[in-house]
T-cell receptor, first 113, second 112 residues
Framework: ETGVTQTPRHLVMGMTNKKSLKCEQH?????MYWYKQSAKKPLELMFV???????ENNSVPSRFSPECPNSSHLFLHLHTLQPEDSALYLC????????????FGPGTRLTVT | GESVGLHLPTLSVQEGDNSIINCAYS??????FIWYKQESGKGPQFIID?????DKRQGQRVTVLLNKTVKHLSLQIAATQPGDSAVYFC???????????FGSGTRLQVQP
């Protein structure tokens, strides 16, 4: 799991809070992804970045705001979340935008109270 | 990484037996398929992949079979061990798409 790291591993936040999730990949990959994994749905793609450019936004509410300052780092800024946003947020990276083999981080378990 | 609350199909096998986990996909234009293993508290871990120009690929103790005619993918695990207990996901990539589409997963329980 040292290839893709995520912090924090657990986060509890109120609906009026602002917080950020961080992902870092040490694999030299060019593409990074945010996924949401909730209890009642399969893994859902949220955002795709390729060479720091957002190439896909999967109809995600604006209360989730991604940022990719370089090809090794990816952030997910959170504000005014809802309880239904509680889930495991997974970051992944792949060698290129072609989305072949993706390597996942351990995830951030988010609870919105 | 656990999918608590999600009703997952469960496969229960005895240690040492072979396991077969199945997956159906819907996109006939998919050109790449991959299997992941997710243990409790962890992110999905790559197991094996296969491209659409192949129908079988083998790894260490694992084999993936692809049947494009019926859009079916299977993962075979030989001599299943307790450490194989996890949720297994298949995913596919449609031609020209940037990301993978994941299935809901199968929970594998290995009985000692």
């Amino acid at each position: 799991e040292t290839g893709v790291t995520q912090t924090p591993r657990h986060l509890v936040m109120g609906m009026t809070n602002k917080k950020s999730l961080k992902c870092e990949q040490h694999l030299g990959h060019n593409a990074m992804y945010w996924y949401k994994q909730s209890a009642k749905k399969p893994l859902e793609l949220m955002f795709v970045y390729s060479l720091e450019e957002r190439v896909e936004n999967n109809s995600v509410p604006s209360r989730f705001s991604p940022e990719c300052p370089n090809s090794s780092h990816l952030f997910l800024h959170l504000h005014t979340l809802q309880p239904e946003d509680s889930a495991l947020y997974l970051c992944a990276s792949s060698p290129g935008q072609g989305a072949y083999e993706q390597y996942f981080g351990p995830g951030t378990r988010l609870t919105v109270t | 990484g656990e999918s608590v609350g999600l009703h997952l199909p469960t496969l229960s096998v005895q240690e040492g037996d072979n396991s077969i986990i199945n997956c159906a996909y819907s996109n006939s234009a998919s050109d790449y398929f991959i299997w992941y293993k997710q243990e409790s508290g962890k992110g999905p871990q790559f197991i094996i992949d296969i491209r659409s120009n192949m129908d079988k690929r083998q790894g260490q103790r694992v084999t993936v079979l692809l049947n494009k005619t019926v859009k079916h993918l299977s993962l075979q695990i030989a001599a299943t061990q307790p450490g194989d207990s996890a949720v297994y996901f298949c995913a596919d990539r449609g031609t020209g798409r940037r990301a993978l589409t994941f299935g809901s997963g199968t929970r594998l329980q290995v009985q000692p």
